[in-house]
């Protein structure tokens, strides 16, 4: 039986802190400080993480030129919106040009890069998974953002 990582190991990581609200696997939210981070894996090259390593996606059927997410209710339990309170900064490999944020529906507010609002998949149970990349799930594609701002499709 033959098997194939899922993931793309990291090489390096910058940081672009902010102070940001993460909704978890149990949809709770609690206030912590997070970086918007860049990975460099050997496959994808240079992608955006929290912090912690854990990767960041962007959705096709969000509207970006407007931020507007369309993933909710089921979509961001299985996808859940990386969330902001605080004031946002950025340094080291994202750009703080691009950095931004988004009202949602329930009033949340919700962190923005290059306009896409930025979200985890519940499927990455550790730093550096990539399991999100390149689904096709509730109406779009998933994909990895690059620090320029753009899907990275392989």
């Known amino acids: 039986m033959l098997f194939a990582s899922c993931h793309d190991a990291p090489k390096q990581t910058q940081a672009a802190t902010t102070t940001a609200t993460v909704a978890g696997a149990t949809g709770t939210r609690a206030e912590v400080h997070e970086t918007v981070a860049v990975e460099h894996g050997n496959v994808y090259g ?4 929290d912090d912690s390593g854990r990767t960041l996606y962007m959705f096709t059927a969000d509207n970006r030129d407007v931020p507007r997410s369309a ?12 969330m902001y309170e605080g004031a946002l900064q950025a340094n080291a490999g994202a750009s703080s040009s691009l ?56």
């Open 46 to 49: 240079d992608y955006l993480t």
């Open 99 to 154: 950095v931004g944020k988004m009202k949602r529906p329930d009033g949340s507010t919700q962190i923005t890069y290059n306009g896409w609002p930025l979200y985890y998949d519940k499927q990455d149970a550790r730093p550096s998974e990539l399991n999100g990349e390149g689904v096709t799930a509730f109406g779009g594609r998933w994909f990895l953002i690059s620090p320029q701002g753009a899907k990275i499709e392989k």
């Open 71 to 82: 993933c909710d209710l089921e979509c961001a339990a299985a996808w859940p919106p990386y």
